[in-house]
């Protein structure tokens, strides 16, 4: 069993450039790919990027590639999203997610989940 929490949120400026934690505790950790996905105002949960259980694949939603960086370490039990030029458009509430076999973009290949941050991108 995994407990994820994520960290990192709040009301941050457009253009800037925060990154998003998730501290894991429990067992089993680096053997699992892991996600971040988030759910605008309205909308439903989306993928946002994956990676694999040893940070050696890598998959990001189109509307964040080459802003975003995925990356975990291991030894620490913690997934990061490195946030780059925020827009308005990526205000939604972050969710990690692990138990994942493989950098997957759906929800249902990932058994654990965070309770979520919440950013709001401010211009």
């Known amino acids: 069993q995994l407990q994820l929490v994520e960290s990192g949120g709040g009301l941050l400026q457009a253009g800037g450039s925060p990154r998003l934690s998730c501290a894991a505790s429990?067992?089993?950790?680096?053997?699992?790919?892991m996600a971040w996905f988030r759910q605008a105002p309205g909308k439903d949960r989306g993928f946002v990027a994956a990676i694999s259980w040893n940070g050696g694949t890598t998959n990001y939603a189109d509307s964040v590639k080459g802003r975003f960086t995925i990356s975990r370490d291991n030894a620490k039990k913690t997934l990061y999203l490195q946030m780059n030029n925020l827009k308005s458009e990526d205000t939604a509430v972050y969710y990690c997610?692990?138990?994942?076999?493989?950098?997957?973009?759906?929800?249902?290949?990932?058994?654990?989940w965070g309770q979520g941050t919440q950013v709001t991108v401010s211009s």
């Open positions: 429990g067992l089993a950790f680096s053997t699992y790919a």
């Open positions: 997610a692990s138990g994942g076999a493989s950098a997957n973009s759906s929800q249902r290949a990932y058994a654990y």
